[in-house]
């Protein structure tokens, strides 16, 4: 009888298209090595991220001043987007203590309120079947997946984007004024995280509100306009803190090469954009529903905008959006939905429909496990990282309070997983004359890898290598010669400032 009910329960969850199966399964699958260590595919990313939540304690929780680990002498104070994610991580650590699963945590839990609000709006743009497919595709999908439990805010800007759009379609809808409020309030909050969503939430609202007319009702554009007037505040405020300081995540100012617009005219940003987006984010076989889906939809429906509005964005900001994947992230929400609608209209068409549905699944989701696998979460093993090696070599050698020389470009993993703080320097930009100013400013030692410079790029320049080995480890006036990384076998090194 037990088996019979139990089995009667799976039926209708299934049958009935029902939420709750997808959200299990993509909280499964987000939780897959969710001890792992700042390490791995975007570790600067996530050990930037980490180490202003961690600072946060030191500070007390004082939300207006984020702290980074490459403050030098300095106290550290970093011009930085709105750090709401790292805020609520920091909290976290307050509660519980310091643990990077925790962090992760959190990022799964908006992963998976993405997922529920996805489904909403989706059945409420197409209807239930195709919201329940879209929603399963995001859920496996290995880009979707794997930033949905990363320590970075995309996860929580992700849910604050889908929230907001589908908070929207549910105002136009009923016309209740607190849906158009939290609507607005995820907007703002959203565009504070990251500014890009200005466009890619923005352009499908103000679309949608012209299509129902409402583009003449001017007491509307208050809610816009706070968001600028929000935003700018925070930005300026946060424009002096990195003034103060010197340290900067390159927002603004004419140093920055996030709007080298010169790239649109390179052919090789559009066939790496293309390619990626295919290969990574759907894994050639996501592509044939949306392109069935594609040809029967207006260019006016609220998932096509999307689509063109991410890549919209991908102009504005073309060097960021080329080089990390993660700016293609807000395409899954619109385009998943698509995929959802494509795999219906193909299943129904199709005479073999349980044979269809089997291998099509089969093949995407041993695809994606495949991927996240191969290029996630073995990137995440701290045996294949040099910089952990290193980082334990820090801890071991070093006091808490000695700031250290990191010779790994501008990648702060190393400084954050050995909890030091200091200076991020290329192996290039050391001499003498250098490092005795660093010394002069309190540093106490300088720490490298001779297999990596950024975790992520190999030391394969010989002569720069060479030079820096002559250096670091000839100098008996300036260093100490006899620490750690001057003989053949040490992969690691890590030397005493006189």
Not at 205 to 233: D, G, H, M, N, V
Request: proline share 4%; hydrophobic share 50%; with cysteine.
């Amino acid at each position: 009888m037990i088996y019979r009910n139990f089995r009667l329960s799976l039926y209708n969850l299934l049958g009935n298209f029902s939420i709750w199966p997808i959200i299990l399964i993509g909280l499964f699958i987000r939780l897959i090595n969710i001890n792992a260590p700042v390490i791995g595919i975007h570790s600067w990313r996530q050990a930037d991220t980490a180490s202003i939540a961690k600072n946060f304690l030191s500070t007390n929780l004082n939300f207006f001043q984020p702290q980074v680990n490459w403050s030098g002498s300095t106290n550290g104070l970093v011009e930085c987007e709105f750090p709401l994610y790292q805020y609520l991580v920091a909290s976290l650590y307050k509660l519980f203590g310091v643990n990077e699963i925790f962090a992760r945590l959190l990022s799964v839990i908006f992963g998976c309120l993405t997922l529920y609000f996805l489904f909403r709006l989706t059945k409420r743009v197409f209807n239930v079947e195709v919201a329940w497919w879209g929603t399963f595709f995001y859920a496996i999908l290995p880009i979707s997946v794997f930033y949905s439990r990363t320590i970075q805010p995309e996860s929580l800007m992700i849910f604050l984007g889908i929230f907001s759009l589908e908070r929207w379609v549910e105002f136009l809808k009923i016309n209740n004024k607190f849906f158009l409020i939290a609507s607005w309030i995820s907007f703002t909050l959203a565009v504070l995280i990251k500014v890009l969503p200005l466009f890619w939430i923005g352009i499908p609202i103000l679309i949608s509100a012209y299509q129902r007319s409402l583009i003449f009702k001017y007491k509307l554009y208050i809610f816009p306009i706070l968001t600028i007037l929000i935003s700018f505040f925070w930005y300026s405020y946060s424009y002096k803190l990195g003034q103060s300081t010197g340290l900067t995540f390159g927002l603004w100012g004419s140093d920055t090469d996030r709007y080298s617009w010169l790239t649109l005219l390179e052919l090789r940003f559009y066939l790496d954009l293309l390619f990626r987006i295919i290969f990574r984010n759907f894994l050639i076989i996501g592509i044939v529903p949306i392109y069935f889906s594609i040809q029967k939809l207006a260019i006016n429906n609220i998932f096509i905008v999307g689509i063109l509005s991410v890549l919209l964005t991908g102009f504005i900001n073309p060097s960021s959006f080329a080089i990390h994947e993660y700016y293609q992230l807000p395409i899954m929400l619109f385009s998943c939905p698509l995929m959802g609608l494509g795999f219906v209209r193909l299943k129904n068409n199709l005479y073999k429909k349980k044979a269809f549905i089997t291998i099509f699944i089969s093949l995407l989701f041993v695809a994606s496990l495949l991927m996240l696998k191969i290029d996630y979460w073995d990137m995440e093993d701290p045996i294949r990282q040099p910089v952990w090696a290193t980082a334990q070599m820090i801890k071991r050698n070093t006091e808490k309070s000695d700031l250290i020389i990191s010779v790994t470009g501008g990648d702060p993993t190393l400084l954050y997983l050995s909890d030091r703080k200091g200076w991020l320097v290329s192996p290039i930009s050391i001499n003498d004359q250098k490092i005795l100013e660093w010394k002069n400013d309190g540093a106490k030692y300088i720490a490298g890898s001779w297999e990596v410079i950024e975790s992520y790029n190999k030391f394969k320049d010989k002569n720069v290598k060479s030079k820096l080995i002559k250096l670091i480890c000839s100098d008996p006036y300036l260093l100490d010669t006899e620490s750690n990384g001057c003989t053949n076998h040490d992969s690691s090194y890590l030397i005493n400032i006189h």
